[in-house]
């Protein structure tokens, strides 16, 4: 699936969301708090506010300007830009704790986009039925609560690793967007918010995920994103998780430099680990960058649509086909 955008327009600058808070830093949970009273995320009352919306890195991966599957409309694909460059990313801070609870014990709840013609629902403590309409058009279905917050889980805060997954489960593809001959699908990843709402993971700002029509995976990427897979079938379970550890030299940060975490994203396949990426690989001049996944953002569990699409979604450890060390 390709989000369109033209070869001359330049992925949505992730440094044009943070035009009131500059970058954020890896810092005592103190001032993430005095942050946070800038632009609070709104799960402190998760309930009624819903958002409305070696040494060397490895080597590049080349990218598509276009996919040979489907493509989304430009139209589309200008409103997200104009989105992230005018909305900046909420800055983390410390869940209650309650809210922190109900992360632990997995009761993720699917947040139903106005772009979703069909129905997700939760059948069981982080379990999801979903289905959308034949040539729905994209849209994101995010969990209404971050899996991965820096002032609890950071490496830098907890001393150790922090894992993050889940699966899902694919029933069946129907008729996609534009309808016949238009391939319809899912796909699977992980975004900062506020995200918008018509776009799948991977394509804007602080977000990446796998896509099922193509294989291709995206991070932050408006193009026709990188080979990484083969494409899903139905009847497949497949997975996406990322690492969160403390960078191999610890001194990196040492200076004005950002200290960041090492990031490890990998994919399952009913069950068995089929690949992964290091976030930080070189990428090429038209990479929007990886700012917002780096481990000092909330992330939230994401999962795509386009076109008409059955699936089961697990964020419980108790259903998971493969079992990831945490």
């Given at each position: ?7 001359t ?77 005018n ?96 391939d ?16 799948s ?10 896509f ?10 408006s ?5 990484f ?19 191999d ?29 290091n976030?930080?690989?070189e ?44």
């Amino acid at each position: 699936m390709n989000p369109f955008r033209r070869k001359t327009d330049l992925p949505p600058s992730y440094d044009a969301s943070q035009s009131i808070s500059g970058q954020p830093q890896f810092q005592p949970q103190s001032q993430y708090q005095r942050q946070a009273e800038v632009n609070p995320p709104p799960y402190h009352n998760w309930q009624e506010a819903v958002p409305d919306t070696a040494t060397f890195p490895p080597p590049p991966i080349t990218g598509y300007l276009i996919s040979g599957t489907g493509n989304a409309s430009e139209d589309d694909a200008q409103r997200a830009h104009d989105f992230c460059d005018n909305v900046p990313l909420w800055l983390p801070t410390q869940p209650s704790n309650a809210v922190y609870s109900d992360v632990q014990a997995h009761d993720l709840r699917p947040v139903h986009p106005r772009e979703l013609r069909g129905q997700v629902t939760a059948t069981a403590r982080g379990r999801w039925s979903g289905q959308s309409a034949d040539r729905n058009g994209d849209c994101v279905i995010m969990t209404q609560l971050p899996m991965y917050f820096p002032t609890m889980d950071s490496p830098f805060v907890r001393e150790q690793r922090k894992t993050i997954y889940f699966e899902v489960k694919v029933l069946a593809f129907r008729a996609g967007p534009a309808g016949n001959g238009d391939d319809s699908g899912i796909s699977i990843g992980y975004a900062a918010q506020p995200y918008p709402s018509w776009r799948s993971p991977g394509w804007e700002r602080g977000g990446l995920g796998v896509f099922s029509d193509d294989g291709c995976r995206f991070v932050n990427d408006s193009f026709g994103g990188r080979d990484f897979t083969s494409a899903f079938r139905v009847g497949e379970t497949v997975g996406i998780g990322m690492v969160f550890s403390l960078p191999d030299d610890l001194n990196i940060g040492a200076g004005d430099k950002k200290m960041t975490c090492k990031v490890e994203i990998f994919f399952t396949r009913n069950g068995q680990r089929a690949g992964g990426w290091n976030l930080h690989e070189e990428v090429d001049a038209d990479s929007g960058g990886v700012e917002g996944l780096e481990g000092d953002y909330d992330l939230y569990g994401a999962i795509g649509l386009f076109g008409g699409v059955d699936f089961e979604s697990c964020f419980n450890p108790a259903g998971w086909l493969y079992k990831p060390a945490e």
